[in-house]
T-cell receptor, first 108, second 115 residues
Framework: LAKTTQPISMDSYEGQEVNITCSHN???????ITWYQQFPSQGPRFIIQ???TKVTNEVASLFIPADRKSSTLSLPRVSLSDTAVYYC?????????FGAGTTVTVRA | GAVVSQHPSRVICKSGTSVKIECRSL??????MFWYRQFPKKSLMLMAT?????????EQGVEKDKFLINHASLTLSTLTVTSAHPEDSSFYIC???????????FGSGTQLSVL
């Protein structure tokens, strides 16, 4: 299983863009990169998934460089409700190994 | 998106009793389900992988006789914590993967408290 490294925590303010970078140096050729969001006492919620280049959906963007050894989740114009733990995962067979995640705190 | 329902959301039980947690895929057939546990302010730890109709595969250090997993149908997997003790108190989460799907969907979790 590819190991991921993310910052432990990040602070931001409402309306700002938050970028969380995840390192996954030993990602395998078939691995996808997936980001999840988790609120306290809830199961993780899917945010976005990508394989290479850039992926965008209604809530976030995911930037993946050509070597795929890292990825950056971009949350545009965060609000207080975006305060949560964000997990970066890489897997091929969906046997996901969760790292520590990044606790994002959005302040007013 | 696909919905995974987990029940109960919270359970309190006495030490020595068994507790069953259900995980259902509501709008798709889940060929594979995963069970995790999570301690406060910690990350999710994979406990086991279950495939419909076959025995679950447990991660190292997880007692299969303690945590019984049954995946008898394509929409239901259950985790039974047998003879629960206070150290089994934790947040348990399931996830499901359907055929042809490219991402996992998670249940809302079950907070187990053993007195």
């Amino acid at each position: 299983l590819a190991k991921t490294t993310q910052p432990i925590s990040m602070d931001s303010y409402e309306g700002q863009e938050v970028n969380i970078t995840c390192s996954h140096n030993n990602i395998a050729t078939n691995d996808y990169i997936t980001w999840y969001q988790q609120f306290p006492s809830q199961g993780p919620r899917f945010i976005i998934q990508g394989y290479k280049t850039k992926v965008t959906n209604e809530v976030a963007s995911l930037f993946i460089p050509a070597d795929r050894k890292s990825s950056t989740l971009s949350l545009p114009r965060v609000s207080l409700s975006d305060t949560a733990v964000y997990y970066c995962l890489v897997a091929f067979d969906y046997k996901l190994s969760f790292g520590a995640g990044t606790t994002v705190t959005v302040r007013a | 998106g696909a919905v995974v329902s987990q029940h109960p959301s919270r359970v309190i039980c006495k030490s020595g009793t068994s507790v069953k947690i259900e995980c259902r895929s509501l709008d798709f057939q889940a060929t594979t389900m995963f069970w995790y546990r999570q301690f406060p302010k910690k990350s999710l730890m994979l406990m086991a992988t279950s495939n419909e109709g076959s025995k679950a595969t447990y991660e190292q250090g997880v007692e299969k006789d303690k945590f019984l997993i049954n995946h008898a149908s394509l929409t239901l997997s259950t985790l039974t914590v047998t003879s629960a003790h206070p150290e089994d108190s934790s947040f348990y989460i399931c996830s499901a993967l359907g055929q042809g799907q490219e991402k996992l969907f998670f249940g809302s979790g079950t907070q187990l408290s053993v007195l």
